[in-house]
């Protein structure tokens, strides 16, 4: 997973565990797996953010685009299109933070 990569790489192995549980913890509560984006409150508009911005929420609502299609949801182009963006800047972020420490 290259998110991994660049989280791995930024930080000092003694903090990892912590860091890791720092990171991952707001990522997956915002993924939106247990809850639809767009069934949330008006009043919720900084978690509808928060969830737009996660790469894990496309993963979840692609899947609810599948498999559940009472449920509203983004258009399955957009959730494949904002995954292939994370994926591609992630893994390049990623990669250039590994050389710059492999290097120095």
């Known amino acids: 997973m290259p998110g ?3 989280v ?3 930080g000092c192995l003694a903090g990892s565990a912590i ?3 720092l990171i991952l913890t707001p990522l997956v ?3 939106s797996s247990q809850f639809s984006r767009h069934s949330l409150d008006d009043g919720l508009m900084w978690c509808k953010v928060v969830c737009a911005f996660n790469p894990l929420a496309c993963v979840s609502d692609g899947m609810r685009v599948l498999l559940v299609t009472d449920v509203p949801h983004m258009p399955l182009a957009l959730d494949l299109l904002a ?3 994370a994926i591609l800047g992630f ?3 990623g ?3 590994f050389l710059q420490r492999a290097l120095d």
């Open 4 to 6: 991994a990569l660049l």
């Open 83 to 85: 995954l292939v963006v």
């Open 95 to 97: 990669t250039r933070s």
């Open 19 to 21: 860091g890791f549980a």
């Open 91 to 93: 893994g390049y972020l």
């Open 8 to 10: 791995g790489t930024l």
């Open 29 to 31: 509560f915002a993924g």
